[in-house]
């Protein structure tokens, strides 16, 4: 018997062109040892909702068609790790309400459809290095101005390399 297709999908914010070259100039500043990420997978994911069956992708959009998405801007100017996860991250120091209420009613409507999602605690944060060794032990302020206009729901697929990351739909803010 078939099993069927599975998706490993997530909601994400995806930076602009020019927010990608930034961000990418902050790597390239650590010196350090790790695997850096490709500035096309540059995102903070909203929700990760894991393998899914393909019938659940129409759902999940759905979904995303009934969420409101206030513009708003954030200034990544932090720099911090998961220690045990080998990853370096940038972040910001304030994130504005209206998005911290968006992933909350994204979430609060996954759940509400019997959508399947990870439910650790949101953290801000756009993963620049992962497995690495060591911190950096002392870095350049940061300070990378980012507009965000809107969300996606992402695909990562496995490649030899690491992962591909797809987008399955995207979203614009509400003027």
């Known amino acids: 018997m078939n099993q069927p297709k599975t998706h490993r999908i997530f909601f994400a914010l995806n930076p602009d062109d020019r927010v990608r070259r930034e961000v990418l100039a902050v790597q390239q500043g650590c010196g350090i040892e790790g695997r850096a990420l490709p500035p096309a997978n540059f995102h903070v994911t909203l929700a990760f909702l894991g393998m ?13 068609d009934t969420l409101s998405f206030q513009p708003c801007e954030v200034v990544l100017d932090r720099v911090g790790r998961f220690k045990r996860a080998g990853v370096l991250w940038l972040g910001a120091s304030n994130i504005p309400e209206s998005l911290v ?11 509400e459809a019997g959508i399947g999602y990870d439910r650790k605690p949101w953290k801000f944060h756009l993963t620049l290095y992962r497995k690495m060794r060591k911190a950096p032990y002392i870095m350049d302020p940061v300070e990378v101005r980012w507009r965000l206009n809107g969300f996606s729901l992402v695909e990562s697929v496995s490649v030899n390399r690491g992962v591909d990351y797809h987008e399955i739909g995207c979203w614009k803010a509400c003027r």
């Open 101 to 111: 209420a968006f992933q909350h009613g994204l979430v609060d409507a996954l759940l």
């Open 52 to 64: 899914q069956e393909t019938g659940v992708i129409s759902r999940v959009c759905e979904i995303a």
